[in-house]
RNA sequence: GGGCGUGUGGCCUAGUGGAUUAGGGCAGGAGGUUCCUAACCUCCUGACCGCGGGUUCGAAUCCCGUCACGCCCGCCA
């Protein structure tokens, strides 16, 4: 309702500001800080005033004096406080708030139809995701949620770096070395932690052995990316081998998060299907095109990037660039729109992306990169070629462990006699402690650099996924309590008469659930999945207001208000749930 | 050197032009459970929003300068 709402505010405000005879442009709708008694204010007497010639409030007031909140069912009352007008929702607002926010998939934003590929993660398949980048999954996955939620048709892709250097430099020495070439046990019995083995070890000698073995070495890797560019079918196979065993590992690890995809995008599929030759063609012909140093370079000047694009190597091969321009035209053949999901350090690579997507003679606007900075270590950087670094796993592990021992001491001191199962603990302790991991890390501008510090990610005290959690958990002992069985299918809540709920911590907290929908449009509109974590921490507080001053099932609350308080709770329930839903973060029904 | 990004109490963070004399959390201090889960709540202590100018009726938010940190400036990915 808070989205009609807001239609309503909008519409009662143009036809004051045309009544005045003042220009409708500019309504400046807001939310009113905390302790105005409003749900949406207009700040646009400021700007008027000039226009006018009155002070700001009079203006408010002339505005104010204009609007007939009886035209609209969901207005009460529309009021100049001071320079603004307040808008005051009418009961229905609130009723139907309520009724709305009893459905299930309670969020959910009206199907758009306009399909969205977004991509994330495309770690090159070298060896085990490491925290440095495990910001990617974690941001892209929320942000694919988000534009799900949105009414968007979202698919996710990872894109599959098979084809450049670095996989070559993998397979050659993956068919060089032995095990007993290695100098270490894989950390794990898992494909990518023994196979990153051979890389490093191939990195190593490339740095370190004698130079004319490099040099043969060197010959070896280039035969491996010439194989692949010319689509040379046994080379193919053979980088293969490695790229989608390493790859499984690592999909075992995403998955844990879980971040997962609808398809994985392999780059050599468009050297294969001639798509990369047809974007160099098509680029040979630009007038920005010149030929320098035997290479083949694209002018970006005119779109403020002096470094000139490389688009074909003087041996003929491609670059990942211009196969990656193949790849964003493949996405824009098939989809409306498309969202990467980039760490900081591809930014510039990004511009001339887009760039050259431009002058190619693509639609840019359908292409939107959500950046991030990267996590580090107190002492630097992650890096899976020098083996620096804490991988994803370990991270979950001791995050699921930490959340267990947790979970065994508050079972001691627990008040209720709830008798938690082992496997009830070993589940509370998984959605914890992943919950927390992912919760730490979406709910941060991404913009915003994370040094990663193990108590720092893992605490599970207010302001984290289990603080939210748990008023999800809360709202479903006080539902299972009166006989509800919430299980997102069934309607939670039988009649009510959200009237009843008077209170000012009951209206706060149906205020605060009434935002949902406006938050996940925002946060899909800004691709900014944080927004919908800052929400789950103010529903979590305001719920645990209501929690602490309106007993919903004790003896002494009449019926009919104990019924419309169990909708109120319904609709928390859905909202906290659903909000934890979208950023990936499990809502347990007990902890 | 150039470009981009970030800078908010001891630490982490929201807010990026309007009701703010900056909102939370952690840490520190004081309380709260005969009552639907205390991973909770209440109260206290603590910030000239990196620094200096400017624009504006109004600036943490915009502009200029400056400092610090991060990232980028490969015929790597």
């Known amino acids: 309702m808070y989205l009609q709402f807001r239609d309503d505010v909008e519409d009662a405000l143009t036809s004051a500001l045309e009544a005045l005879d003042l220009p409708t442009d500019d309504l400046g709708v807001e939310d009113p800080p905390e302790g105005v008694d409003a749900v949406l204010a207009s700040s646009a007497a400021f700007r008027l005033a000039g226009e006018v010639g009155a002070p700001p409030p009079q203006v408010a007031g002339q505005i104010?004096?204009?609007?007939?909140?009886?035209?609209?069912?969901?207005?009460?009352?529309?009021?100049?406080?001071?320079?603004?007008v307040n808008f005051v929702p009418s009961d229905a607002y609130y009723e139907e708030t309520a009724e709305e926010a009893q459905r299930a998939d309670f969020g959910h934003l009206e199907p758009t139809g306009e399909e969205v590929v977004v991509e994330h993660t495309s770690a090159n398949p070298t060896g085990p995701v490491h925290v440095g980048r495990a910001r990617n999954p974690i941001v892209g996955d929320a942000v694919a949620r988000v534009l799900s939620f949105a009414g968007h048709d979202v698919d996710t892709h990872y894109y599959v770096n098979d084809a450049g250097r670095q996989m070559a430099v993998f397979t050659w020495a993956y068919e060089t070395f032995d095990e007993a070439d290695l100098d270490s046990e894989p950390e794990r019995d898992k494909a990518d932690y023994d196979l990153v083995r051979y890389y490093r070890k191939g990195n190593d000698f490339l740095e370190n052995a004698d130079p004319d073995e490099v040099?043969?070495?060197?010959?070896?890797?280039?035969?491996?990316?010439?194989?692949?560019?010319?689509?040379?079918?046994?080379?193919?196979?053979?980088?293969?081998?490695?790229?989608?065993?390493?790859?499984?590992?690592?999909?075992?690890?995403?998955?844990?998060?879980?971040?997962?995809?609808?398809?994985?995008?392999?780059e050599t599929r468009f050297l294969r299907d001639g798509s990369a030759d047809d974007v160099v063609t098509r680029l040979k012909e630009l007038d920005e095109a010149v030929y320098e140093e035997?290479?083949?370079?694209?002018?970006?000047?005119?779109?403020?990037?002096?470094?000139?694009?490389?688009?074909?190597?003087?041996?003929?091969?491609?670059?990942?660039?211009?196969?990656?321009?193949?790849?964003?035209?493949?996405k824009f053949d098939n989809y409306d729109r498309a969202v990467t999901v980039l760490g900081e350090d591809h930014k510039l690579q990004a511009r001339q992306m887009n760039?050259?997507?431009?002058?190619?003679?693509?639609?840019?606007?359908?292409?939107?990169?959500?950046?991030?900075?990267?996590?580090?270590l107190p002492e630097g950087k992650m890096s899976t070629r020098a083996g620096t670094g804490i991988d994803l796993d370990d991270l979950l592990d001791e995050a699921i462990d930490r959340a267990r021992e947790e979970v065994e001491t508050r079972l001691d001191d627990r008040i209720r006699d709830d008798d938690l199962t082992d496997e009830d603990v070993e589940r509370i302790a998984e959605q914890v402690g992943i919950g927390a991991v992912?919760?730490?890390?979406?709910?941060?501008?991404?913009?915003?650099?994370?040094?990663?510090?193990?108590?720092?990610?893992?605490?599970?005290?207010?302001?984290?996924?289990?603080?939210?959690?748990?008023v999800h958990a809360r709202c479903c002992g006080i539902l299972e309590e009166a006989g509800?069985?919430?299980?997102?299918?069934?309607?939670?809540?039988?009649?009510?008469?959200?009237?009843?709920?008077?209170?000012?911590?009951?209206?706060?907290?149906?205020?605060?659930?009434?935002?949902?929908?406006?938050?996940?449009?925002?946060?899909?509109?800004?691709?900014?999945?944080?927004?919908?974590?800052?929400?789950?921490?103010?529903?979590?507080?305001?719920?645990?207001t209501f929690y602490r001053e309106c007993p919903v099932l004790a003896d002494d609350v009449d019926e009919d208000l104990r019924d419309a308080r169990l909708a109120l709770v319904a609709a928390s329930k859905h909202a906290v749930g659903n909000a934890l839903q979208v950023l990936g973060v499990a809502a347990p029904r007990s902890m």
């Open 294 to 330: 035997d290479a083949w370079q694209l002018d970006l000047d005119e779109y403020g990037i002096e470094k000139n694009f490389v688009f074909l190597r003087s041996d003929g091969t491609t670059l990942y660039a211009t196969r990656d321009l193949a790849h964003h035209e493949w």
């Open 355 to 376: 760039a050259s997507l431009d002058l190619l003679g693509n639609d840019t606007d359908q292409l939107r990169q959500v950046i991030y900075s990267y996590v580090n």
């Open 438 to 470: 992912r919760y730490d890390i979406v709910s941060k501008q991404p913009t915003k650099a994370i040094t990663f510090e193990w108590d720092r990610a893992l605490d599970f005290e207010a302001q984290s996924a289990p603080y939210v959690q748990y």
């Open 64 to 84: 104010a004096d204009e609007i007939d909140a009886g035209a609209y069912e969901l207005v009460e009352a529309a009021s100049a406080q001071g320079p603004y």
């Open 484 to 544: 509800i069985t919430p299980d997102g299918s069934s309607d939670l809540a039988g009649d009510f008469d959200a009237s009843l709920l008077e209170t000012e911590a009951e209206r706060e907290l149906l205020e605060v659930v009434a935002r949902f929908p406006a938050v996940i449009e925002e946060a899909a509109e800004d691709l900014e999945p944080h927004v919908v974590a800052t929400y789950t921490r103010e529903i979590a507080e305001t719920f645990n």
């Open 215 to 266: 040099e043969e070495a060197e010959d070896e890797i280039q035969a491996i990316m010439q194989g692949l560019e010319e689509g040379d079918e046994e080379t193919y196979q053979r980088v293969q081998e490695v790229v989608d065993t390493v790859l499984g590992g690592m999909r075992e690890s995403l998955d844990r998060l879980p971040a997962e995809f609808d398809e994985f995008v392999k």
